[in-house]
């Protein structure tokens, strides 16, 4: 079974590594919602952003775990862009256009003046996931430990024994 993974175009220009189609991958990743987020619902339509799985996520703000496997296929994904208030340039909501792709190189010549690169849809095959272990929490004190800890440590300063 085919696992999707989308990968922010700002993803891979910041600190990622090219790849190819039969290359294995370690990513770390955050989980998608099954009906697609805002921002894949943007730039893909409703099928295909349905079957994106996972969300890789080179900096681990959102990820939580690793997901493992080789690359089955590479689709760049392009839109349109609109200049607004002739300072920004925003996504055509529905503009998005799929292309697959041999690696990630091969997407940017799809882009053009009318049509940016936003990022890829990865098929992943073989795919395992293993989340990051839950973070481990400090003991709590013991009730009364803290005064006991200040009562002796004053004892010590005032140079009483206890």
Known sequence: MRTYVWMSGWQLECC???F????SVQWPVGLEEPSGTEELLEVLDGDWARRVQYREDHHQVWASGVLTGTVASIDGVTCSTKLVEEIAKVRVPGSGRVLGVPDLEAAYPVASDQRTLVGWVIGVEGASYEAFPPPAL?????????????????????????
Do not use: D, F, H, I
Not at 141 to 159: E, F, H, I, Q
């Open 138 to 162: 400090e003991p709590a004190p013991r009730p009364g430990s803290l005064m006991r800890t200040l009562a002796l440590a004053s004892r010590k300063v005032l140079g009483r024994s206890g």
């Open 20 to 23: 190819g189609v039969g290359e």
């Open 16 to 18: 990622g590594s090219s």
